[in-house]
C-alpha cells in the first residue's frame, strides 16, 4: 500500500473516532436494545446460562442469532458489567466505516471516489447517531457495503464464495432485512454462471458457513416444538 492512501486511511480513522469522543457523553442512549444485552451478560456471567437466540426481530416470534449477544456479554464482562465497555467499543468499531468505505471503494474505482465516499459517510448523521446505541443496526451499512464488493469479487475470484459464506452466515446473527442477501446472492449467482459443478466445493463450503450459523436457532426450535418454524 502506498504512503499516501496509508495516510489518509489513518487520518480518517483518527478524525472519525476523535468525533465520536467529543460527542459521545451527550448521545450516548442506554434504550431496550441496550438492556436486553445487559440482561444476556448477567444471565450468561452470572446465571451461567447459554442462550440459543439473539434478539427478536420487529416480526413478533422471529429471533436473529445469538453471536451479537456473545460478543456484546463478553465485552460487559471485559469491563466488569459497565455498559461504557460496549459504547467504546462500538464507537472504535464505527471509526473505521469511513476507512473501510475509501479502502473499498478505492479499489473499485480510485482514491478520489473512494475519499468522497468516505467523507459522505464521516458526514452522515444517519450512522453517527446509530453509534451511539450499541446494537446489532451498526453493522448494516458495514455488511452491507463489504457484500457489493465481495460480489463484485466474486465474478472474478471464486474463493470470495468464502467470504460469502462469511457474510451470508452473520447476516443471520445481525439484522432482520439483511436476510436479503441470500435471495440477491442466488441471483447474482445464476446470472453469473456460478452455480457450475466447476465451482461445487466453494459452493459446498458456502452453504456449510450457513448451515454452522443456523446451529443455535435450530436447535433452539427442536428444543422448543419449532416455536421458530411457526411463526414463519
Keep these: 500500500m502506498k504512503s499516501g492512501k496509508r495516510f489518509i486511511i489513518y487520518l480518517l480513522f483518527v478524525i472519525s473516532f476523535l468525533l465520536y469522543l467529543y460527542r459521545y457523553p451527550k448521545m450516548l442512549a442506554f434504550d431496550a436494545d441496550q438492556q436486553f444485552y445487559a440482561n444476556q451478560y448477567l444471565l450468561l456471567f452470572q446465571d451461567h446460562k447459554l442462550t440459543l ?33 460496549i459504547f467504546l467499543t462500538t464507537l472504535f468499531f464505527a471509526s473505521f466505516q469511513p476507512v473501510l468505505t475509501f479502502y ?41 457495503l463489504v457484500f457489493f464488493y465481495t460480489l463484485v469479487e466474486l465474478k472474478e475470484n471464486k474463493k470470495y464464495f468464502v467470504y460469502l459464506g462469511i457474510l451470508l452466515a452473520l447476516s443471520i446473527h445481525i439484522h432482520f432485512s439483511l436476510f436479503f442477501f441470500f435471495p440477491i446472492a442466488i ?46
Excluded: C
Excluded at 59 to 79: A, D, Q, R
Design 104 to 144: 473499498l471503494f478505492a479499489k473499485l474505482k480510485n482514491d478520489k471516489v473512494g475519499l468522497v465516499a468516505a467523507l459522505l459517510v464521516l458526514l452522515s448523521s444517519s450512522l453517527w447517531n446509530k453509534a451511539f446505541a450499541p446494537s446489532p443496526i451498526n453493522f448494516l451499512y458495514t455488511m452491507g
Design 53 to 85: 437466540l439473539g434478539i427478536e426481530t420487529s416480526v413478533g416470534g422471529m429471533f436473529v442469532g445469538p453471536f451479537y449477544t456473545y460478543v456484546s456479554s463478553l465485552i460487559y464482562w471485559l469491563f466488569s458489567g459497565d455498559p461504557i465497555g
Design 187 to 232: 441471483i447474482f449467482s445464476l446470472w453469473q454462471g456460478l452455480i457450475t459443478k466447476k465451482n461445487a466445493a466453494y459452493l459446498f463450503k458456502t452453504a456449510s458457513i450457513v448451515f454452522i450459523s443456523l446451529l443455535p436457532l435450530l436447535i433452539f426450535d427442536l428444543r422448543h416444538n419449532f416455536f421458530i418454524t411457526g411463526n414463519l
